[in-house]
């Protein structure tokens, strides 16, 4: 699969037109539970669940584009979504949806000659649901 038509959605808003990349990650913390009836091999757990959802946007600082979206929105907590295209969502093409902080925002990145644009991550509050319907 080639992504070329990814969907992303902060706070009820279809950013898609400004993200050229965007990477969803979750994890599980491993817990170490091993003991001595292991015989010598370590046992692990998982332990709490985190995410992570990482942008990067062409920017744009006209009225009502990214950079007023994004900069109210520093330090609250938001719903978001993505899906691998933007067509409905199916078992070939699930949504993964949940609550983000909206830690930083870089109104200004990159260098002489370079698009403007603004990356940042963003960790999930709560959790990450995946659904297909």
Do not use: H
Not at 92 to 121: C, R
């Amino acid at each position: 699969m080639v992504l070329t038509s990814e969907y992303v959605s902060i706070a009820g808003t279809d950013l898609s037109e400004y993200a050229r990349k965007a990477e969803l990650t979750v994890e599980v913390e491993e817990k170490d539970v091993t003991t001595y009836a292991s015989a010598g091999w370590k046992v692990l757990l998982g332990g709490l669940k985190s995410g992570e959802l990482g942008c990067e946007f062409l920017q744009d600082f006209a009225a009502t584009r990214i950079d007023s979206i994004m900069w109210p929105l520093l330090g609250t907590v938001v719903a978001f979504e993505v899906r691998p295209t933007n067509a409905v969502v199916g078992v070939s093409n699930p949504k993964y949806t949940g609550s983000i902080l909206i830690k930083e925002w870089k109104p200004i990145e990159g260098s002489v000659g370079d698009e403007a644009t603004s990356s940042a991550s963003f960790p999930t509050s709560g959790p990450v649901l995946r659904a297909t319907a």
